[in-house]
């Protein structure tokens, strides 16, 4: 009992038996079938073959039978996963052993008449075949019984194949997909079923078609290959897998593979953010990898959503040293460890500090010297620097100005601010310290290329939208609210919002890192705003519920600082375009530095006192653009 249990547990962790073990039984198999079929010509013609004569044969079948099992690759494959394609085969290699065999004898043995040689040769086909059949017939019941006995199991799965073709992924994808039993592939187009290759093509005409073929073979999911098949079929065959409750899966990339982040076994669910992506932004990478090779490069806020990510796509560029700048000590030490795991050959410096803090900025650019500084560090939530305005001014601000203002004394080469769309013609605290950030960097650039100021540092300014997926967004919220049992949560019915991916931010922020001269705002194209309200509905609809019945949505009112509609970054009136047609350079009203860094002193020691009022009173007369919604500092305009 123990040995089975042993096998059992063996099987279990293995999935698949080594492919030289099935070799070895293999050849095992052919020397016992030519013996058995010597026997049997034996037992019915009464002829008794001598002991040198069986040696022979069986020393021959042992050599044919490697050299068939060899050529034929029938060790190869995933015996679970045996088809009609692995059937022939085995055919293949059984006639190929035999018939090695029988022309070896006719030449070298001639005691023998042709018909019993030929009898011979016919038992010994079918009796290899028989038993490399039986053999793996055996083994797929016993996995079968075991998974079924250590509660295993495999859930039926259909690849789409979105008109593109992806047959041959499968065969390399059988030892990796071991939770999932692949039914075959399915396409939209006439109803029907075909052979393609060693499975099923399926096509469906319409929902009706889907779910008859979803209750016939009683599947449990669907894998998209290509994320831009589920951004083909978002409006059809997503919407059908939702009415169906069908789990829809996704194929990892091979850099997500390689990165660890994602393993064949457990592959990713679709999820809102595939739905909400657009077209990837190209950039030139071997641009940036040259411009960024062997430099020491600062990440502040590189514990952040952004920061971290940033800091991911920074490791693969050959830096020198990547100096991370946190204040928050968990999440560095997190993306430390992560980092250190999946890029062992960067040379990481954490740094535990402050932008408020000017004698640990002094130190760490007097230590490390980094030559490029990526400035991702900021309050962001908007509801919260409604409340606490003097700490946005604090943080984003005057941390702002004391970074710059470091980088320039020590010779930094390239300052890449991260800001947001909330900055154009803000509504609110959040945005309007951002854009006086924006403001301080542009200025100080513009008075460094006029030479009022001596430094050399060029400073480049980014702006986004709303990014999916980061710490305390909309899209984790909702997750967490589904998993609750909802509601769902939104501010007003008609709110939209424009959406990009983590990745494509960083993207964008290393494009505009190369690419700009000094001076420069970048905006990136948004793409189409999304209704929050929609969005909601949407995310309902992928976890298999039915929205305002399984789950509600209760809108809360708009909150302090927010309004409906945030404004278009990129039109032809307010940009120019660059060389990325997914990037422009924003007009934005030029500042003197002498005056604005008088303005945002005085602005920092009004904000030391915690005077709201009074600090978010300059912040108006600073920028004039500035006017509050839903907000106590409306009487303020």
């Known amino acids: 009992m123990r040995f089975i249990r042993y096998i059992k547990a063996l099987i279990i962790r293995a999935k698949l038996v080594n492919p030289w073990v099935v070799f070895a039984s293999d050849l095992a198999f052919a020397v016992v079938s030519t013996f058995l079929s010597l026997m049997f010509v034996t037992y019915v013609n009464g002829i008794t073959f001598e002991a040198g004569f069986i040696w022979n044969i069986t020393g021959l079948s042992a050599l044919f039978g490697a050299f068939s099992i060899l050529t034929c690759k029938t060790y190869r494959g995933v015996i679970r996963h045996s088809t009609i394609v692995e059937t022939g085969r085995i055919v293949l290699t059984s006639l190929l052993k035999s018939a090695l065999l029988f022309i070896t004898v006719i030449v070298v043995e001639r005691e023998f008449s042709i018909h019993i040689l030929i009898f011979a040769a016919v038992i010994d086909l079918l009796l290899t075949f028989f038993i490399y059949t039986l053999f793996r017939v055996s083994l797929i019941v016993f996995y079968h019984m075991v998974s079924s006995s250590q509660g ?71 894998l998209f290959v290509d994320k831009l098949d589920v951004d083909d079929e978002q409006e059809r065959l997503v919407r059908y897998c939702e009415r169906l409750k069908l789990r829809m899966l996704l194929l990892p990339s091979v850099d997500e593979i390689i990165d660890g982040k994602r393993t064949y076994r457990h592959l990713p669910e679709v999820r809102i953010e595939d739905l909400l ?64 795991d999946k890029f062992p050959q960067v040379n990481f410096i954490p740094m535990i500090g402050d932008v408020r803090n000017k004698s640990r900025l002094e130190f760490t650019f007097n230590s490390y010297h980094p030559q490029v500084v990526f400035h991702a ?27 710059a203002d470091a980088a320039v004394k020590y010779g930094v080469e390239r300052f890449v601010m991260i800001s947001t769309d909330k900055a154009v013609n803000p509504t609110n605290v959040m945005g309007a310290s951002k854009r006086m ?9 513009i008075a460094i290329s006029k030479g009022e100021i001596k430094g050399k540092t060029k400073f480049i300014t980014t702006r986004f939208g709303n990014v999916l997926g980061s710490n305390g967004s909309v899209i984790p919220r909702f997750r967490e609210q589904l998993l609750n049992g909802g509601p769902l949560t939104v501010t007003h019915p008609d709110i939209i919002r424009y959406f990009m991916t983590i990745p494509e ?16 705002i970048f905006v990136f194209d948004m793409g189409t705003p999304v209704k929050i309200a929609d969005l909601a509905r949407r995310m309902i609809e992928l976890a298999g519920l039915i929205p305002g019945k399984d789950i509600d949505i209760v809108y809360t009112g708009l909150r302090p600082g927010e309004k409906l509609y945030e404004e278009l970054l990129a039109t032809k009136e307010n940009t120019l375009s660059t060389s990325n047609e997914k990037i422009f350079r924003a007009h934005v009203r030029e500042y003197n530095y002498p005056d604005i860094a008088s303005a945002i002193t005085a602005l920092s020691d009004i904000a030391l006192t915690m005077n709201r009022m009074e600090t978010v009173k300059l912040m108006k007369k600073i920028i004039p653009e500035f006017r509050s919604k839903n907000s106590e500092y409306e009487i303020l305009d």
């Open 277 to 340: 992506g657009r077209d990837e932004i190209k950039i030139n990478m071997d641009e940036i990898s040259s411009a960024l090779k062997d430099k020491v490069v600062m990440v502040t806020g590189a514990a952040g959503s952004i920061g971290s990510e940033l800091c991911r796509q920074l490791c693969t560029f050959g830096l020198k040293e990547l100096v991370l700048f946190d204040s928050a000590e968990t999440p560095m030490h997190n993306i430390r460890l992560e980092l250190q």
């Open 377 to 403: 560090a900021a309050y962001k939530h908007v509801p919260l620097m409604e409340e606490n305005p003097c700490e946005a001014v604090r943080t984003n601000v005057y941390g702002t100005r004391n970074l």
């Open 437 to 445: 950030a924006e403001i301080y960097v542009q200025s100080l650039s």
């Open 505 to 520: 931010a960083c993207r964008l922020v290393l494009e505009a890192a190369i690419m700009g001269q000094g001076n420069e």
């Open 152 to 222: 295993i199991h495999q859930e039926n799965m259909l690849i789409y194949t979105g008109g593109r073709r992806y047959i041959s992924l499968t065969g390399a994808l059988f030892s990796k997909l071991g939770a999932y039993s692949i039914i075959g592939y399915v396409r939209i187009g006439e109803n029907g079923v075909m052979r393609s290759g060693i499975y099923p093509e399926y096509s469906v005409r319409d929902f009706d078609d889907l779910s008859r073929l979803v209750a016939a073979r009683k599947v449990n999911c669907l």
